[in-house]
Nanobody, 116 residues
Framework: QAQVSESGGGLVQAGGSLRLSCTAS????????MAWFRQGPGKEQEFVAS????????YYADSVKGRFTISRDIAKNTVYLQMNNLKLEDAAVYYC?????????WGQGTQVTVSS
């Protein structure tokens, strides 16, 4: 059964860093575009970053450009989201998404809390 699972969330002070991981299993990892989304308290879910499997292109929401980096380790079936200079408004549940031409999978989410 295909699935993706996030880890790495936690509590961090504003200005600090965290690295989220998303590990995929049961699917052909290099055939999936991997993305991160987030949903803050009382907010709609929003796109954060993506890594396109076909050419390695990366895309970021304007709010995280220059602070977050998405990367993929094919050998580990894992995508990472390195988050630097975290702000209070980055606090959210972060979800991993794997999408191909035929399927999409979501993880359960990992909580990121940013304190002042």
């Amino acid at each position: 059964q295909a699935q993706v699972s996030e880890s790495g969330g936690g509590l961090v002070q504003a200005g600090g860093s965290l690295r989220l991981s998303c590990t995929a299993s049961g699917l052909t990892f290099n055939q999936y575009t991997m993305a991160w989304f987030r949903q803050g308290p009382g907010k709609e879910q929003e796109f954060v970053a993506s890594h396109v499997h076909k050419d390695g292109s990366t895309y970021y929401a304007d709010s995280v450009k220059g602070r977050f980096t998405i990367s993929r380790d094919i050998a580990k079936n894992t995508v990472y989201l390195q988050m630097n200079n975290l702000k209070l408004e980055d606090a959210a549940v972060y979800y991993c998404n794997a999408v191909s031409d035929y399927n999409t999978f979501w993880g359960q989410g990992t909580q990121v809390t940013v304190s002042s």
